[in-house]
């Protein structure tokens, strides 16, 4: 099959999965697209959102809808690293038995990964980063496609451990999710009170998506597509010579090469879900936001003056 057919597949079978998604989820149209475009990308995701905004329902409805197993992990002061990893046991015969734990799935819905201590934050780090996980000096690797989606509520800061830099980086996006229109509200409660459930049909099997991600992968991008993405990156950087005065005035800490390798991958998944073969600038400035925000450190200047960090990035377009 030649990439441009399988490219058109994608797209079609991409908005199937739109549609599908919507029997469960109500509005929220960017975040779904976003946390597809991580999906087909290979990236994890950050949803940052208030209680009741329907976070869970939203990975369990994307998951059933790419056919994909789906673990939830609810994070807590007292969660052990092996509590997510698994443990060796002994079993009748005194040999040691490696028992998985649930981070062996295809999508991990991280709850509120903010409350729970850096040590169990950080045994995520190598299931996201390296694809596997090391008990004892034993090395399994995890299930592909492995996608990490994590849940911070950005109200209660007490009894938090807010993630360190080095974790944020790992997630391609940082998602905001609002409060549903009026209208949106109205539909929400109308069709979860009448007590019929709609089915979600699996449209994509693991091999498929793994297809999909390669396909993605080898889409071509133009040098000056490329050279807008680390431009754009450079500039986030208060000490870099093409740092606008915004930055300089308002930024602490700019955004990392990884930054530009995850905003052209997700402009070529942009591209190809609305049908292109190749990414131009409007795509890598259509995905920016969502990979830059949780990479600016604001200093106490923005704080004070009300800046937000979407108005410093939108100022570098």
């Known amino acids: 099959m030649s990439d441009v057919i399988a490219i058109k597949q994608l ?10 998604i919507k029997k469960i989820i109500v509005g929220q149209d960017e975040v779904v697209e976003q946390v ?15 209680p009741g905004l329907a976070k ?3 990975v369990h409805t994307v998951a059933n809808a790419l056919g994909l197993n789906f673990k939830r992990i609810q994070f807590t002061p007292d969660l052990m690293p092996s509590d997510i990893l698994g443990s060796e046991l002994l079993d009748e015969n005194r040999h040691f038995k490696f028992i998985k734990g649930p981070v062996f799935s295809n ?6 990964i903010n ?10 780090l190598e299931a996201m980063q390296e694809k596997s996980v090391t008990i004892a000096g034993h090395t399994y690797k995890l299930d592909k496609p492995y996608f990490v989606l994590a849940t911070q509520n950005p109200i209660e800061q007490e009894g938090t451990y807010p993630l360190p830099e080095a974790q944020l980086d790992r997630f391609m996006f940082a998602v905001n999710l609002e409060y549903p229109s009026f209208n949106e509200e109205v539909d929400i409660v109308k069709t979860t009170t ?4 709609p089915v979600i049909n699996a449209l994509f099997t693991a091999e498929e998506i793994i297809k999909y991600q390669e396909l993605i992968q080898k889409i071509p991008v133009a040098d000056n597509v490329i050279e807008y993405a680390v431009t754009l990156v450079s500039k986030t950087r208060p000490k870099c010579s093409i740092a606008p005065e915004i ?7 700019g955004a990392g090469p990884r930054a530009s390798q995850n905003l052209i991958l997700s402009a070529k998944t942009y591209a190809v879900m609305h049908g292109k073969f190749s990414p131009d600038i409007e795509d890598v400035q259509k995905v920016a936001t969502g990979i830059l925000r949780h990479r600016l450190i604001k200093n106490y200047k923005a704080e004070a003056e009300g800046l937000s960090i979407e108005d410093i990035i939108k100022s570098l377009f």
């Open 11 to 20: 797209v079609t079978k991409y908005n199937e999965l739109r549609r599908e």
């Open 36 to 50: 597809l475009i991580s999906i087909f990308s290979g990236g994890h995701v950050l949803l940052i959102g208030v």
């Open 56 to 58: 869970t329902l939203l």
């Open 107 to 112: 999508i991990i819905l991280a709850d509120e």
């Open 115 to 124: 409350r729970t201590p850096p040590k169990t934050q950080a045994a995520l």
């Open 194 to 197: 009448v007590g019929a459930k």
């Open 247 to 253: 930055v300089k005035k308002y930024i602490d800490w």
